[in-house]
């Protein structure tokens, strides 16, 4: 057969074994490769048509307008196979410039656009020989309105011997014993005539792609265009399914921007059963007459959304009627795509990180702080997450690639042009407020926003997101380029995460680093949209914990540098502020963030070109050498006196190690309304005897995990959820990694670090005294203590070499949360802080044990996104966090688990750099830990690309699920796998 025949038709090849068929064509197909397949295929399935479709190799589906029941269904259907919807941005929009290679090594240039996602080819049957027809299903007038529909579609369309002629029955091939009349003028007869038409058209709209299917009550319209040239033909057709009457009512249609000319309008009228010549011997159609009505009545008019073209019913448009308008637009700007596509990369050239942050982010706090409006709300939709480009591009970059113009954003662009100015005119008070260098940028959208009003309202979607996509991959570009060279040859997900740094770090008004800063001066926010404005923007612990990764890897030094600079300036009692609230009323409630700000002034000397050289650049500081407060703008006394960076560092050595205590300034309710008066007292101290920084009590909460309890009905107002006092692991790391680069700069005899120590007050018979200690030496203690003071052997039998307490330990080969803690079962529990101690000072770890440690935390601890913050098996795990829960439990209430199970991605970067460290002793280990380590990321990687705010979030509920009161992207979260990375690039 494959010899005689081009192709074949497979009857129901759903029925056929599909092995068998696999055979056969492949047979069929040596002798004819090109062999082209049209199947009938009703799996009832898409996917299992298409197993059929690959395995196959089938060219075609059969598919049939018949087999709708009812007006909405047809629609469906011709929808389903019509072709891509009108105002289809997929390829305009997702398009790229590239290169072409062909066999020559002729290199050219091209557009490079994606494969468009689409059902496998159909064949459009208005219907088939084994189907009942119109006359027996519907009503037989509804021949004509259902030949027209599938005549509409974008594809190839089949019809049936007989259909035109309107038998009345489905023929019984096996027993029919009529013969076929042949006709002296066969378009004279049932719809012949329009089927010529129809055809004709069918046939002219070939490269017609885009199409528009309305459905209402017994009409369906449908509008076929040019995708460029946006000429097209509109069919309204008047369906005879049984109960059709002639007075149904429909809604006159408007076009807007388009110009219409009558083409055709017919009504078929059916005037008999069928039986007239039974006893002739040859099978006849039904008698019926093809009406040609009047052209419809074609109206131009004009309203708030521009001028139209109204089109109304002919008289007698009853059941059975169609009618097709040829369509062009009037006054629809020519060459609108190239237009669109010039002039934005220059527009936004003079821009800085500072000004993109405003283009491209802003969520609703920061933007109503700084230019007093807010994020735009979409009716059906929401409020965006930003006010800037990322806040529609993370709706349509779903919208695009799908074409789902049914959007709610769509919607609304199709019902005014409000989104376009309200992006233009918040650009023009960025510009007057802060920006000059945007007037360009502002410009540009409101030249190419201009000509999309003057487009038909339907497309109004498609252009639209051709400029926001345009100029969001222009800003990003910009962005990118202003990074550091390591960013640009990052994946696709490391230039995500780099780009958080423009998303975090902007001007806002009620908060800066400095009180008397100029108000175009960047900070740092800790996350959005909950830490933006006023003095919960700026923490210290969170900001230094994300300066690596957001700031210095990225090669944003100087931003880096303000940031060390503003909060080294706050220094009191030895300590860096938790908040910094500009410098105004900081407070200094932490006992972590000093420790992660003296890890980034080590970073930064690293990594910048300043170098050490920044030690010896002088800071004005807050307040005087006494602890007593002054105002920020109380002269003589606030930002009097100044130090150098060097000397705030052996400020803070010095501090720890004679030991801090102070009560909080305003301590009380003013100052924090659910803490306990015992919890204002801050001590800290450097136990001696191993070297340990010690501090806390069992009332504040002086590391990250800070969730204080304020809820009076579960009795835990004032009660902290992880105290962690005594020894914090991750905080005894961070020492670590200070002392060992202090001893580097003594041994070198570094100009801009002339200390060798520190002097301490030592414990001794009768009382203390007075001894300096080297940093070497203090150094060498740590590092002869910290196994035996955090690890918790797997043996049980080696618990007292440790001191363990055997009855407390919950689970063995990890290291200690804490030591010295109040709560004495506290220090067992086995968190998320340990790789942070690993990653900052892998000398401290016997290799070992510390291989045996994270093996149990990829195990117990690790979520899909974070860290669980707590061992499942810990009788206080509670993994949801509900800052809401009024409840009485006091595990729960108003969120105090906040750090007792929920999963924390910045500790997930840690962890994974701490993989690296201790699994790399081999090429072939470290291979494997790489391949590890990848598929952790996977998950993030998948979640930033899709989520709303572009970012990873703070924490995650159980196994990675959302949690409402997570900020949805957070400083640190991305900045510690920026790091890990760049760690990765490395190896």
């Keep these: 057969m494959a010899r005689l025949f081009h192709g074949f038709r497979i009857d129901n090849c759903h029925s056929t074994p599909i092995e068998l068929a696999e055979f056969l064509l492949d047979e069929a197909r040596v002798v004819r490769p090109n062999l082209y397949l049209i199947a009938e295929l009703f799996t009832g399935s898409e996917d299992s048509d298409r197993i059929f479709v690959s395995r196959l190799g089938l060219n075609s589906l059969v598919r049939e307008s018949m087999q709708a029941w009812d007006p909405h269904e047809l629609s469906r259907v011709i929808h389903r196979n019509g072709g891509v919807p009108v105002g289809s941005m997929d390829l305009d929009c997702l398009e790229e410039p590239g290169v072409f290679t062909d066999g020559n090594g002729l290199v050219t240039t091209c557009v490079v ?37 599938v005549a509409m579609t974008a594809c190839a369309v089949g019809s049936n011997k007989g259909y035109d002629e309107l038998y009345s029955y489905l023929l019984d091939v096996v027993n029919e014993q009529r013969r076929y009349l042949l006709l002296d003028d066969p378009l004279s007869v049932g719809i012949g005539k329009a089927r010529r038409a129809l055809n004709e058209i069918h046939r002219e709209m070939a490269s017609y792609q885009e199409i528009h299917v309305h459905h209402e009550g017994e009409f369906i319209t449908v509008h076929r265009q040019h995708p460029v040239t946006r000429n097209g033909y509109l069919l309204v057709a008047h369906c005879a399914f049984p109960g059709a009457r002639d007075n149904a009512p429909f809604s006159n249609a408007r076009l807007y921007g388009t110009v219409a000319e009558a083409v055709l309008s017919y009504r078929l009228v059916v005037e008999g059963d069928g039986h007239e010549h039974d006893s002739d011997g040859y099978l006849h159609g039904l008698p019926a007459t093809l009406k040609e009505l009047a052209p419809p009545p074609l109206e131009l008019g004009h309203d708030e959304k521009g001028p139209y073209t109204e089109l109304r019913l002919p008289e007698g448009f009853g059941p059975g009627s169609i009618l097709l308008v040829r369509t062009r637009p009037e006054g629809f ?29 802003r969520c609703s706090s920061e933007e109503h702080d700084t230019v007093g409006s807010g994020v735009y709300d979409v009716p059906g939709l929401g409020s965006l997450a930003y006010a800037g480009l990322q806040g529609w591009v993370s709706h349509l970059q779903h919208i695009i690639p799908n074409n789902d113009l049914g959007h709610s954003l769509c919607a609304h662009l199709r019902s005014g042009h409000w989104a376009l100015d309200y992006i233009t005119n918040r650009l023009e008070k960025y510009q007057q407020q802060l920006y000059p260098e945007l007037s360009a940028l502002t410009s540009w959208f409101a030249e190419r926003f201009s000509l999309v009003k003057q487009a038909p309202s339907f497309l109004t979607p498609k252009y639209f997101a051709m400029v926001v996509t345009l100029a969001y991959k222009c800003a990003v570009k910009r962005a990118l380029s202003l990074m550091s060279p390591e960013i ?53 612990r969170d900001i230094f914990i994300s300066l690596e990764g957001l700031l210095m890897k990225t090669g944003r030094h100087d931003v880096a540098r303000d940031h060390i600079l503003a909060f080294g300036s706050t220094l009191k009692h030895g300590l860096i ?55 920020w703008d109380e002269e003589g006394r606030a930002y009097a006196r100044k130090s150098t960076v060097a000397e705030l560092v052996q400020e803070i050595m010095q501090a720890h190690a ?25 001590d800290i101290y450097v136990d001696w005897r191993n070297g340990l920084v010690k501090g806390g009590n069992d009332f504040n909460c002086g590391t990250w995990m800070d969730k204080m309890g304020d809820s009076d009905k579960a009795g835990i107002r004032g009660i902290p959820g992880s105290p962690r006092d005594g020894a914090d692991i991750e905080i005894i790391g961070l020492l670590k990694y200070t002392v060992s680069w202090l001893t580097t700069l003594a041994t070198e005899g570094s100009k801009w670090f002339p200390y060798k120590g520190v002097s301490a007050l030592m414990a001794v018979e009768g009382g203390r005294e007075t001894t300096t200690v080297t940093y070497e030496q203090w150094s060498e203690l740590l590092k002869a203590n910290f196994e035996k003071g955090f690890y918790v052997p797997e043996d049980e039998a080696l618990d007292a070499e440790y001191h363990v307490k055997s009855e407390l330990v919950n689970q063995r080969g990890i290291y200690r949360d804490t030591v010295e803690a109040t709560r004495e079962w506290a220090d067992y529990q086995f968190r998320p802080n340990i790789p942070v101690a690993m990653v900052v000072a892998p000398e401290l770890f016997d290799p070992n044990h510390a291989r045996t440690c994270l093996k149990k935390m990829g195990q117990v601890l690790c979520g ?100 409402p009161d997570s900020c949805p992207t957070q400083a640190w979260s991305a900045a510690t796998i920026i790091t890990l990375l760049s760690r990765m690039n490395k190896m």
């Design 113 to 149: 656009a994606p494969i468009r996602a689409s059902l496998p080819h159909a064949i459009f049957f208005d219907c088939t020989h084994d189907n009942k027809t119109p006359f027996q299903l519907r009503q037989a007038c509804d021949a004509l309105p259902n030949a027209a529909l």
């Design 333 to 361: 700007p020519d060459g609108l795509e190239e237009i669109i596509a010039e002039g934005c990369e220059d527009a936004v050239s003079r821009l800085g990180l500072g000004a993109l942050n405003a283009v491209l982010y």
């Design 488 to 540: 640009t040859g990052f994946s696709d997900f490391g230039r995500r995460l780099a780009l958080t740094s423009v998303q975090m770090v902007g001007a806002t008004t009620s908060c800066s680093l400095r009180p008397f800063d100029d108000k175009k001066q960047l900070s740092m926010a800790a996350g959005l949209p909950h830490f933006t404005t006023h003095h919960m923007r700026c923490w210290g």
């Design 577 to 631: 502020p938790n908040l910094l609230d500009s410098g105004r009323y900081p407070r200094y409630n932490a006992r972590d963030a000093t420790w992660f700000w003296l890890k980034a002034v080590q970073d930064y000397c690293r990594e910048s070109a300043e170098g050490l050289e920044f030690l010896g650049v002088e800071v004005d500081r807050r307040f005087q050498a006494d602890d007593t407060f002054a105002a």
């Design 658 to 682: 004679r030991g801090i205590s102070f009560r909080e300034w305003n301590a009380g309710p003013a100052l924090d309304q659910a803490m306990r008066d015992e919890g204002f007292n801050i």
């Design 864 to 963: 899909p996104l974070g860290m669980r913050t707590l061992d499942p098996r810990d009788m206080r795990y509670r993994p949801y966090y509900d800052n809401s829960n009024d409840s009485d439990d006091p595990t729960v209430a108003h969120g105090i688990n906040y750090h007792a199970g929920p999963e924390w991605v910045w500790c997930m970067g840690y962890y994974l750099q701490a993989l690296l460290i201790f699994f790399s002793r081999t090429e072939e280990e470290k291979q494997a830990t790489l391949q590890e380590v990848h598929r952790h990321l996977l998950p993030l990687a998948r979640h930033i690309a899709t989520t709303q705010f572009a970012g990873l979030p703070e924490l995650t509920n159980l196994n990675g699920t959302e949690c």
